[in-house]
C-alpha cells in the first residue's frame, strides 16, 4: 500500500508560484497514476491535475496554463509547479494515488491519499 506526502504549501501573493511537492513510499511508484485535488473551505474537493505512469498529463481547465504536474520516477515524487496564482486557488492540496495507468479526473477512481498541504493566496 502507497503512503503519500505533500509538501511545499505556503502563505503567497497573487501573481506568485509554488511548486509542490508530493512524496511515495510503500509502493511501486511507476505502477501507479498520481493525481492532485484542491479542497476550499466549504467547498467539495476538485480535481487539479493527474499524470499517468507514462507521463502523459491532464489539467483542469480552471488552471490550464498557470499549473502543470510533472513526476519524477527515480525520486517517487510527483511536483504540481502552480504558476500566476490567484486569490481563488487557496485551498488544501492533496496528492492522491491510483493503481492505473491513464490519467484520469475521477476521484473515486484514487483510494490512496495524502494528508494534504494548504496554499494561501493573498490579494
Known amino acids: 500500500q502507497v503512503q503519500l506526502a505533500e509538501s511545499g504549501g505556503g502563505l503567497v501573493q497573487a501573481g506568485d508560484s509554488l511548486r509542490l511537492s508530493c512524496a511515495a513510499s510503500g509502493g511501486t511508484f511507476t505502477r501507479y497514476t498520481m493525481g492532485w485535488f484542491r479542497q476550499a473551505p466549504g467547498k467539495e474537493r476538485e480535481f487539479v491535475g493527474s499524470?499517468?505512469?507514462?507521463?502523459?498529463?491532464n489539467v483542469a481547465d480552471s488552471v490550464k496554463g498557470r499549473f502543470t504536474i510533472d513526476r519524477d520516477n527515480a525520486k517517487n515524487t510527483v511536483y504540481l509547479q502552480m504558476n500566476s496564482l490567484k486569490p481563488e486557488d487557496t485551498a488544501v492540496y492533496y496528492c492522491?494515488?491510483?493503481?492505473?495507468?491513464?490519467?484520469?479526473?475521477?476521484?473515486?477512481?484514487?483510494?490512496?491519499w495524502g494528508q494534504g498541504t494548504q496554499v494561501t493566496v493573498s490579494s
Open positions: 499524470v499517468g505512469t507514462g507521463g502523459i498529463t
Open positions: 492522491a494515488a491510483a493503481s492505473r495507468s491513464w490519467a484520469t479526473s475521477r476521484r473515486n477512481a484514487y483510494p490512496y
